[in-house]
């Protein structure tokens, strides 16, 4: 977004020039709201061709985007590094459940946000589902001046936050680096009631450019803000949009933002302020407690902690910043480990998936030096097409997470198993993006992280995380492949692969069949608590070899419970054979199922055993990888 830019600063001498490429395409995807051409992102970023095939190459092949034809197109596994910052600041973790309280006490929308130098970012979102609802994302860039928090947050600005949002609104007039907010065109009320920019004026000498505008008044609502400690926002986005806000502090300074959200047809904003604020500050105490006995654990466990010595570290400080341009280092010598983040990503399918996937980066947990590893074997398979440099900077990123929120060089080195010449240029990158902050030798993640493709992925279902993975199965098998979740006693089709065979099995999408005669409801069904037969519609025979018998089908589902597949032949219609396997969520829960249908004439059921089972396992894994991923800091819509 033009709005993250960093404008003015020159490009340090260190900087990795292709990470710095490869981080313009992923903003330009995420523009594009997660998907765009190869041709339009070579127009976007002014890259050569050749360069942009390079970079997406490179992110497809750590499963950062997806290569469909002549289309770019971002995946889920791009989330961790989002969720890398998201798991460093605590915030979600500790908050959400209060933020998702507070919204169905109120029935209204709530959600928290962080600033971003001159703007702020959303970092959850409980919304409500009507016909007018909140669009806003996870990881979306609002202008602090046209919302509820930003006045709260710029009580904390000094002489340069506010020189800088000074130069963002001249240099931006319409406030087109915002892409999730209409342009700023609109008159202040009393102007003008025209939507175009100068139309409706009450003055008609004075130009269009002269006219007072949404955001104008940025520096009396601080003020306000101030005095009162809360803030509103009337209308400032669009109209009917009406929010009310008040800071979430630990240690004196606003964590966050939390926000009740709603729509003149539902409360004014004098309503707001009169019936939801009390509420509010119940909310935003109970959030502040949390917070307070959290950091109280936290500092008793550092306490406890064992720490180098003084002179120990000093040494190593010392080492580190001879040759240096600059004096960053490492101020101790804490063991970083692995990102959970990128673990959670990585060790979904165990070691069931021997294969992993054929252009991502392996599954299981990866020691630090896999990661040299993996990217030297990527770049004797892909040549130059393949940059090592772009996938080892990105990397640094996920050396973040939950108990890291700040590392040192040495523990990035660490964490990565990178050289620390490697890691110190990535930091150095990623600090002139904006990405990063370094402070006395200790670097931290920025919100602007999130901007790396969170909010288009963020309201990724399901279907949509599961539809390139039985694609790919489908073609591999030459069969169909669906995907299904429970509804009562029922299956509910939610994704559907077909083959173009004479004969074949025709089922869409929304199609629901009873879940007992079939493979998908089995699994299903063997992984509900307490699964009785008698809670079930009548075992009804559909073929002769329909399991009917009550005690007969209750110890089918113990066995599908625990073989971890089920296989049904010619239960539902004759012909018809299908085996499928269970899709679980981060808890363990199975949450959806995966098969494979087929006729009978195709394959014997032992067949289907020793040829499609170890495939489906691995199609379901891989389908968990990216839900884990996904599904970290929101809830993934299942249909």
Same mark, same amino acid.
């Given at each position: ?336 480990? *692995? ?41 004797? *398979? ?23 929120? *700040? ?198 059921? *032992? ?33």
């Amino acid at each position: 977004m033009r709005s993250e830019i960093r404008t003015g600063a020159a490009v340090p001498a260190e900087a990795v020039t292709p990470l710095i490429r490869g981080i313009a395409v992923l903003r330009r995807l995420t523009e594009a709201d997660g998907s765009s051409s190869l041709s339009g992102l070579e127009r976007a970023t002014g890259l050569a061709r050749s360069t942009v095939d390079r970079i997406t190459a490179t992110l497809a092949r750590m499963g950062y985007v997806r290569l469909d034809g002549r289309d770019a197109v971002l995946a889920p596994r791009l989330m961790e590094l989002g969720n890398a910052y998201l798991s460093a600041l605590r915030l979600p973790r500790l908050l959400d459940g209060h933020a998702d309280a507070l919204a169905d006490e109120l029935d209204e929308s709530v959600s928290l946000a962080v600033g971003d130098r001159d703007g702020i970012r959303f970092i959850h979102q409980a919304t409500r589902r009507r016909a007018m609802s909140l669009s806003f994302r996870i990881g979306d860039l609002l202008p602090a001046e046209r919302t509820a928090p930003g006045p709260l947050f710029a009580t904390e600005w000094g002489e340069q936050e506010w020189a800088r949002w000074h130069e963002r609104r001249a240099a931006d007039p319409e406030d087109r680096g915002f892409p999730a907010v209409p342009a700023r065109s609109r008159p202040l009320d009393g102007q003008g009631d025209g939507e175009g920019e100068g139309e409706g004026r009450s003055d008609a000498t004075a130009p269009a450019a002269q006219l007072p505008t949404v955001g104008d008044d940025f520096e009396r609502r601080t003020a306000e803000a101030r005095e009162a400690g809360w803030a509103l926002d009337d209308q400032l986005i669009e109209p009917g949009l009406v929010a009310i806000s008040l800071p979430v502090r630990e240690a004196g300074r606003i964590a966050c933002v939390v926000s009740v959200v709603s729509h003149t047809s539902r409360h004014t904003a004098s309503d707001l302020q009169d019936t939801l604020l009390p509420r509010l500050r119940k909310a935003v105490t109970a959030m502040e407690r949390d917070l307070r006995e959290a950091r109280d654990v936290r500092d008793a466990h550092d306490v406890r902690k064992p720490r180098d010595s003084r002179e120990a570290r000093d040494s190593r400080e010392a080492e580190e910043s001879r040759g240096a341009q600059d004096s960053r280092g490492a101020s101790d010598s804490r063991g970083a480990g *692995e990102s959970r983040d990128t673990q959670d990503s990585r060790d979904a399918q165990g070691s069931r998936d021997n294969q992993g996937s054929r252009d991502a980066r392996p599954v299981g947990p990866v020691a630090p030096s896999g990661l040299a590893t993996w990217t030297s074997a990527s770049k004797q *398979e892909l040549g130059r097409e393949f940059i090592e440099s772009l996938a080892r900077g990105l990397t640094v990123i996920t050396a973040f997470g939950e108990g890291r929120p *700040e590392l040192t060089l040495t523990e990035v080195a660490q964490a990565t198993g990178l050289a620390r010449a490697t890691a110190r240029r990535a930091l150095i990158t990623l600090e002139h993006l904006g990405y990063v902050t370094a402070h006395d030798r200790v670097f931290r993640l920025t919100p602007r992280v999130l901007g790396l493709g969170f909010p288009p992925l963020s309201r990724t279902s399901l279907p949509e995380i599961a539809a390139p993975h039985l694609t790919e199965l489908s073609q591999r098998l030459h069969d169909s492949v669906s995907l299904a979740i429970l509804a009562g006693d029922e299956i509910q089709y939610t994704g559907r692969v077909s083959t173009s065979r004479i004969m074949s099995v025709h089922i869409t999408v929304g199609s629901r069949l009873p879940a007992y005669p079939t493979a998908l409801g089995r699994v299903l069904l063997a992984d509900q608590p307490g699964t009785r037969v008698a809670d079930l519609r009548p075992l009804t025979p559909l073929t002769p070899r329909t399991i009917t018998d009550p005690a007969t089908f209750t110890a089918e589902l113990d066995r599908v419970r625990k073989a971890g597949y089920a296989l049904v032949d010619e239960e539902l219609e004759e012909g018809l054979r299908s085996v499928a396997v269970p899709v679980r969520e981060r808890g363990g829960r199975v949450v959806a199922a995966v098969n494979v249908a087929m006729h009978s004439s195709r394959r014997t059921p *032992e067949e289907c055993v020793r040829d499609v089972l170890p495939q489906l396992h691995a199609t379901a894994g891989r389908i968990e990888s990216d839900l884990r991923v996904a599904g970290r800091f929101r809830r993934v819509p299942l249909g």
